[in-house]
T-cell receptor
């Protein structure tokens, strides 16, 4: 699976949009971009994933550049409960492939009041 | 719908003892994964079941770890004999299929003293 690069930490004001970048310049054509987060010591929580089109769900939006070498996770209105470590993961998702998630160090997002 | 359930939530055992962790995946999820995070390290993949079959166990640290998923429902992860370096949080996750998201349990915190 392709390697990802994320900033170590970011701050965001409560109520503002949080934009978390991820670089995955070696991504392959059959690799998806997944975002998970871990709040304190809880289990990782799925946020969103995409292949090449932008995606949106009730939690966040995922913007993937046209060349797929980078992406941005957007939390439109960050709350204090969004303080967590956010992981950007690329993974092949095809029959017969390995479905494991490779977690890096992630980005610690701190939402401030 | 019930989420992924792990038992126990905490376990403290002495070096050399045996511990068995249990994971109940979401009903209908054929894919079951075990991950762990040891102190100060990243979350690492251990193994992947598809129904009752081990699809990938490349992340299992050594032969003191034994995972089973009899009948393709719940899974157990046995550590025998436990060593100090086995301390950490063990997460279980399940997913329905290929590109679908994996849902994580709250983890079992294992402390070997």
């Amino acid at each position: 699976d392709a390697k990802t690069t994320q900033p170590t930490s970011m701050d965001c004001a409560e109520g503002r949009a949080a934009n978390l970048p991820c670089n995955h310049s070696t991504i392959s054509g059959n690799e998806y971009v997944y975002w998970y987060r871990q709040i304190h010591s809880q289990g990782p929580q799925y946020i969103i994933h995409g292949l090449k089109n932008n995606e949106t769900n009730e939690m966040a939006s995922l913007i993937i550049t046209e060349d797929r070498k980078s992406s941005t996770l957007i939390l439109p209105h960050a709350t204090l409960r969004d303080t967590a470590v956010y992981y950007c993961i690329v993974r092949v998702a095809a029959r017969g492939s390995n479905y494991k998630l490779t977690f890096g160090k992630g980005t610690l997002l701190t939402v401030n009041p | 719908e019930a989420g992924v359930t792990q038992f126990p939530s905490h376990s403290v055992i002495e070096k050399g003892q045996t511990v068995t962790l249990r994971c109940d995946p979401i009903s209908g999820h054929d894919n079951l994964y075990w991950y762990r995070r040891v102190m100060g390290k990243e979350i690492k993949f251990l193994l992947h079941f598809v129904k009752e079959s081990k699809q990938d166990e490349s992340g299992m640290p050594n032969n003191r770890f034994l995972a089973e998923r009899t009948g393709g429902t719940y899974s157990t992860l046995k550590v025998q004999p436990a060593e100090l370096e086995d301390s950490g949080v063990y997460f279980c996750a399940s997913s329905r299929g290929l590109v679908t998201e994996a849902f994580f349990g709250q983890g079992t915190r294992l402390t070997v003293v």
